[in-house]
């Protein structure tokens, strides 16, 4: 257990739809990273929020959001879904300095 | 533009040895991880290499060579266990951003 909580573990959703992801970073770290992973893929770095904000953006598109709140708290909202969001969603979190990240079990969002 | 290129998948038996090479072409680097990963599980951490040379963590290893933008994962005395994903990722700046590879598939047979 890497301390990482994120709900809902399963999403199945329809086309066109919004949906909200959680996650809960391990006690103490004030990162969070948000990374997507397709079928068979590597893990695509969308976002990452310090302290409450935004420190750093990748390939993110702009139906999707996020925001870090003052209880450390991340929530990833994706809008407007299309069939290739599906995906597995995971959430990272690390101490300010650390050189690891301890990853959330993910969501996997399935898009019909 | 950024890149890292590693072995799409490797197959060897229980108790051989694995080597799997990541290169890198990424804006910034301050050093290099890798991750496993279980089918349907998270990423997990098993090493980071910020200067060159070979660091040792039990059954595997990891080596960097900056000048080279080079850097691999040794796996040793394999297990069945170690059928995963293995993910090289560089850490891009202070903040720990990591950009991935795509993984090596690795499966030990019997």
């Known amino acids: 257990d890497s301390g990482v909580t994120q709900t809902p573990k399963h999403l199945i959703t329809a086309t066109g739809q919004r949906v909200t992801l959680r996650c809960s970073p391990r006690?103490?770290?004030?990162?969070v990273y948000w990374y997507q992973q397709s079928l068979d893929q590597g893990l695509q770095f969308l976002i990452q929020?310090?302290?409450?904000?935004?420190?750093a953006k990748g390939n993110i598109l702009e139906r999707f959001s996020a925001q870090q709140f003052p209880d450390l708290h991340s929530e990833l909202n994706l809008s407007s879904l299309e069939l290739g969001d599906s995906a597995l969603y995971f959430c990272a979190s690390a101490p300010g300095a650390g050189t690891e990240a301890f990853f959330g079990q993910g969501t996997r969002l399935t898009v019909v | 533009g950024q890149s890292l290129e590693q072995p799409s998948e490797v197959t060897a038996v229980e108790g051989a040895i694995v080597q799997i090479n990541c290169t890198y072409q990424?804006?910034?680097?301050?050093?290099l991880s890798w991750y496993q990963q279980h089918d349907g599980g998270a990423p997990t951490f098993l090493s980071y290499?910020?200067?060159?040379g070979l660091e040792e963590t039990g059954r595997f290893s990891s080596f960097l060579s900056r000048s080279d933008s080079y850097g691999y994962l040794l796996l040793q005395e394999l297990q069945m266990k170690d059928s995963a994903s293995y993910f090289c990722?560089?850490?891009?700046?202070?903040?720990?951003?990591?950009?991935f590879g795509g993984g090596t598939r690795v499966l030990v047979k019997p």
């Open positions: 006690s103490g770290d004030l990162s």
């Open positions: 990424t804006s910034g680097f301050y050093g």
């Open positions: 929020y310090y302290n409450g904000e935004e420190r």
């Open positions: 990722a560089v850490r891009e700046d202070a903040g720990n951003k990591l950009t």
């Open positions: 290499n910020a200067l060159d």
